[in-house]
């Protein structure tokens, strides 16, 4: 069941319209660009940390998105979902998801800064 809804979600994420796609692509190498810094400033053990957070804060707001969208099928939020012709449409993300994303970026961020290792 877990499986089913992993494959699920990945298929969702892989097939959305909520972003452009030239965003999706930028996505993959903001976080590779974000990454290299944090090894180059902090070192591996900090990296690994920093991404360690960063993964588990995304999957939470993952999360917290389906279970308030029914699976992404209801509007909640930012997220909006429309029915046209027997079929979901999604408007694009909002304010809101965007903001939450920088917040996880500063906040794995900050835990390194200030760790003591």
Same mark, same amino acid.
């Given at each position: 069941?877990?499986?089913?809804?992993?494959?699920?979600?990945?298929?969702?994420?892989?097939?959305?319209?909520?972003?452009?796609?030239?965003?999706?692509?930028?996505?993959?190498?903001?976080?590779?660009?974000?990454?290299?810094? *944090?090894?180059?400033?902090? #070192?591996? &053990?900090?990296?690994? +940390?920093?991404?360690?957070?960063? /993964?588990?804060?995304? $999957? @939470?707001?993952?999360?917290?998105?389906?279970?308030?969208?029914?699976?992404?099928?209801?509007?909640?939020?930012?997220?909006?979902?429309?029915?046209?012709?027997?079929?979901? *449409?999604?408007?694009?993300? #909002?304010? &809101?998801?965007?903001? +939450?994303?920088?917040?996880?970026? /500063?906040?794995?961020? $900050? @835990?390194?800064?200030?760790?003591?290792?």
């Amino acid at each position: 069941m877990i499986i089913t809804k992993i494959s699920y979600d990945i298929k969702f994420i892989k097939n959305h319209t909520l972003q452009p796609r030239w965003w999706k692509i930028f996505k993959i190498f903001l976080l590779c660009g974000m990454i290299t810094a *944090v090894f180059f400033i902090f #070192g591996t &053990l900090k990296t690994f +940390i920093w991404l360690s957070t960063v /993964i588990i804060l995304s $999957l @939470i707001v993952h999360i917290i998105y389906r279970i308030k969208t029914n699976a992404f099928t209801k509007t909640w939020m930012d997220f909006k979902v429309k029915e046209s012709n027997g079929k979901l *449409v999604y408007g694009r993300i #909002g304010w &809101l998801y965007y903001s +939450i994303v920088i917040v996880i970026f /500063i906040s794995a961020t $900050l @835990i390194i800064i200030f760790m003591k290792l």
